[in-house]
């Protein structure tokens, strides 16, 4: 059996906001397994019990680049080690650069973006002479370009924590600038239930199944219960079945709104900074405690010998 160390549990909790050794248990039960255990609360807890795909763990900014035709742009993720240098000028400048090389030179990964010219010298030559400057990691993590079928908008918010850029067909511009900033507040996972990861929904599947069993319903149920259960994930996580933000009856949705413009979403990306990276926190008291303790314990050999 997997050893549940202080660790886990905190790092569950965080997750969850659940209580301390519903935690442990959930741990326990699911063998060490941070996923399963996650699940296993939400079962138990529902819902509340899964805040992690909204944890930021890193710091760093999205850039955006759209050309001035509208047709093609770039949306790109640079990471670095605190929020103050995400909000340096030169690492603000840096990110931008990048965006626009992404769009007009269409790089296959950032191995091919960190090999590309950039003011005299490469991106990679550039970031590590940043690094030095600074003084701080940084790195490019993620990229994508496209080429729209209609016009292309954007959105950033958040001193550029979340960015989302919009592929959209007819309606106007107030249209396009809501939809944006509605996949920035609501962060769907797909267009429609079809884009949906399987996984994703086997997940909500299984949870509706479990919290219908602990309910006591009957076992000719389970299935009715938990395909509507999964219908309901969807709409809650694909783009066009969500309730518009802005919705004056608070029922509207994204689907109806586009409908009721003439227009269409015919794709969009959606990156907040540092979504799924583990960041280390440090206890700085510990931290300082354990130097402490180490420096009296040299202290105390050097004075024996």
């Known amino acids: ?17 659940a209580p301390m ?8 039960e699911a063998g060490g397994d941070m996923a399963k255990a996650e699940e296993i609360l939400r079962v138990k807890l529902g819902n509340k019990a899964s805040k ?5 763990a890193a710091e760093g900014i999205v850039a955006i680049h759209i050309a001035g035709d509208g047709k093609l742009g770039s949306i790109i993720e640079v990471n670095c080690e605190t929020d103050f240098v995400a909000k340096n000028d030169d690492f603000l400048a840096l990110a931008k650069q ?48 496209k080429v729209a ?11 550029a924590k979340i960015g989302t850029l919009v592929d959209i067909t007819g309606g106007d511009v107030v249209l396009a600038k809501d939809i944006a900033m509605h996949i920035a507040a609501s962060k769907p996972k797909a267009l429609d239930g079809s884009g949906v990861s399987k ?11 479990e919290k219908a069993k602990e309910a006591g319903k009957p076992e000719a149920m389970l299935e009715k219960i938990a395909e509507g259960s999964v219908q309901k994930f969807l709409k809650e996580v694909a783009l ?6 802005k919705a004056e009856d608070g029922k509207q949705t994204i689907e109806q ?49």
């Open 240 to 245: 066009l079945g969500q309730v518009f933000v």
């Open 52 to 56: 992690a795909a909204a944890r930021v």
């Open 199 to 209: 996984d994703l929904i086997e997940t909500e599947r299984r949870v509706a199944i």
């Open 257 to 305: 709104l586009l409908k009721s413009k003439g227009a269409a979403v015919n794709g969009f990306t959606l990156y907040v900074v540092g979504e799924g990276i583990e960041k280390k926190v440090t206890d700085f008291a510990a931290e300082v405690a354990e130097q402490a303790a180490a420096a009296k314990k040299k202290q105390e050999e050097a004075a024996a010998e």
């Open 21 to 28: 050794m519903e935690c442990k248990k959930a741990l326990s």
């Open 1 to 17: 059996m997997a050893e549940i160390t202080a660790g886990m549990v905190k790092e569950l909790r965080e997750k969850t906001d």
């Open 149 to 159: 079928k209609g016009a292309l908008v954007n959105y950033i918010h958040g001193g």
């Open 98 to 145: 990048l965006a626009e090389l992404v769009a007009t030179k269409n790089p296959a990964s950032v191995d091919e973006l960190s090999a590309l010219p950039l003011n005299g010298s490469t991106v990679e030559e550039v970031r590590k002479a940043l690094i030095g400057k600074i003084g701080e990691n940084m790195s490019i993590r993620r990229f994508e370009r």
